[in-house]
């Protein structure tokens, strides 16, 4: 069995960077090298401030970088040393030709393997680590094959993560599973053997899986596919949940308690976001289009419509219950990364939600304790498949904040998008004197829960997902400033 003692990474993004040093740390004679074109993000991985934020990642870069993990720039020299080769770059949803807006762009993918095929020599082992679709594998293999000198052979596997951003490093270091797709042969076997040795360092054997690479490739979208199929699913329930008086939380226990059902990825929210969810499913839809399975694609695309209604919803909640309109409004947007716990914006519900409002003319607010100001207005500038933007709108419209009591202040409403743990912990009643009345509060991640009966009492209107809250006493109080608000017809401003 081939022996690894040196594995280089292309790509230091969320995946590939703690991945690779929960691996350094777990295996002190392996030396891992992360590589990037990105200079300023190597830059940052050697510093003091990483490029992105997950709790429990600076300690392990800095239990082991200089000693046997480094981060450079030097792509071809890395892939020249390394006997496994990680590729973990990005595989974005196409925007233009075939498949737009749902197929995946492998153009990263095919640069990696047309580069590894170009600098290496000897044996190595290839791994995708990148979410990729089925057989895309098959495309590097067939790269390498035309490309193999008589002194060069080649092993492709598929390793896909399965960490969730937020809870990466406990994931890495405490993984439900581990899998690994190869081939077949002999030669594909002890390349499937090699990997696993290096998991084997902390990961028990029994959780590491090993299937063909076709499997593997497609576990990976199947595995994401269902975990957004079930928050969609309670999702729809919510609505239901808002006609009827009934409450979503509880009707999520209610069938949690279920054995075949259980508790996880229950929790009803403005909609999942992230770099996978949205993107694989897609994919799936795609594939099961290409391969003639219009109904099975069709059954999966109704898991992103959902997904797209439930945004939707509630931006139209907000609007109606502000008197029917947000023109020149100022709204207190708190929460832009996808989740707590990680920066990562990508797919961020507080995206449509900002773009739904600020279509109808809203002054946003934004405040966010990890997103850096510079990325919201990215997100909210940059084109989609379907529109572009207007960035001086958006600019006129938008002002990101860093403290969370300036963004409330002189507001109309509270708008709350990720579920910072620090957003149930503020001074409601400093923020409440400081909004216009009435003052409303939209929850869309159902944590001030426990917060509903003392909002009220102060004077808050609180809205929230998949309830309806009884309003008990009147929405202002004597001596608070109050405004006149006549419904008006929407206006909207084009982005």
Not at 66 to 79: K, Q, R, Y
Not at 238 to 266: K, N, P, W, Y
Not at 376 to 403: G, Y
Request: glycine share 6%; charged share 25%; hydrophobic share 40%.
């Amino acid at each position: 069995m081939m022996e690894v003692r040196r594995i280089c990474c292309i790509g230091a993004g969320y995946v590939g960077g703690p991945t690779c040093s929960v691996i350094a740390q777990m295996c002190p004679e392996v030396t891992v090298t992360v590589v990037d074109v990105n200079e300023d993000r190597i830059r940052a991985w050697n510093s003091d401030s990483l490029p992105i934020f997950e709790l429990g990642l600076q300690e392990v870069v800095d239990s082991c970088r200089g000693v046997n993990l480094f981060f450079s720039t030097d792509i071809d020299e890395a892939i020249k040393n390394a006997d496994l080769v990680f590729i973990s770059v990005n595989t974005p949803t196409k925007t233009f030709g075939i498949g737009k807006g749902r197929a995946a762009d492998l153009k990263y993918i095919e640069a990696c393997a047309r580069r590894i095929a170009d600098v290496s020599s000897g044996c190595k082992i290839v791994v995708e680590k990148s979410t990729v679709p089925v057989r895309a594998a098959e495309s590097i293999r067939r790269i390498f094959n035309a490309n193999t000198k008589s002194s060069l052979s080649f092993q492709v596997l598929s390793n896909p993560e399965f960490l969730a951003e937020g809870t990466a490093i406990i994931d890495l270091k405490n993984p439900d599973r581990v899998l690994i797709g190869g081939d077949e042969t002999p030669e594909g076997q002890h390349a499937i053997q090699a990997l696993r040795s290096i998991y084997e360092h902390w990961v028990p054997k029994n959780k590491i899986i090993t299937t063909n690479t076709w499997s593997s490739e497609l576990s990976k979208l199947a595995a994401n596919a269902f975990l957004a199929q079930r928050i969609s699913s309670i999702n729809s329930i919510s609505a239901l949940c808002e006609v009827t008086g009934a409450d979503v939380e509880e009707v999520a226990h209610a069938i949690g308690t279920d054995q075949r059902i259980g508790s996880r990825f229950l929790k009803a929210s403005v909609g999942f976001g992230g770099s996978c969810f949205q993107k694989d499913v897609l994919n799936l839809v795609y594939l099961c289009e290409a391969l003639n399975l219009p109904e099975v694609a069709r059954y999966w695309q109704q898991v992103i419509e959902i997904n797209d209604y439930q945004r939707k919803r509630f931006s139209s909640r907000i609007i109606n219950c502000l008197f029917n309109t947000v023109t020149d409004k100022k709204i207190a947007l708190l929460g832009f990364a996808f989740k707590k716990n990680t920066g990562d914006t990508r797919e961020s519900s507080s995206i449509y939600i900002s773009r739904y409002l600020l279509e109808e003319g809203a002054c946003l607010h934004i405040y966010d304790p990890k997103v850096k100001a510079e990325q919201i207005m990215q997100d909210l500038t940059k084109p989609t498949p379907s529109e572009r933007h207007d960035t001086a709108t958006v600019s006129r419209l938008v002002t990101i904040v860093t403290d969370p009591y300036k963004a409330c202040e002189n507001a109309h409403a509270i708008v709350i998008c990720t579920e910072w743990d620090m957003f149930t912990e503020l001074d409601y009643e400093r923020i409440h004197k400081a909004m216009l009345k009435p003052a409303f509060i939209f929850d869309g991640r159902r944590i001030l829960d426990s917060l509903h009966d003392q909002l009220q009492h102060i004077g808050f209107q609180v809205e929230t997902i998949g309830k309806r809250v009884n309003q008990r006493i009147p929405f202002t109080t004597s001596g608070d400033r109050s405004e006149m608000d006549q419904p008006q017809p929407l206006k909207k401003n084009k982005l």
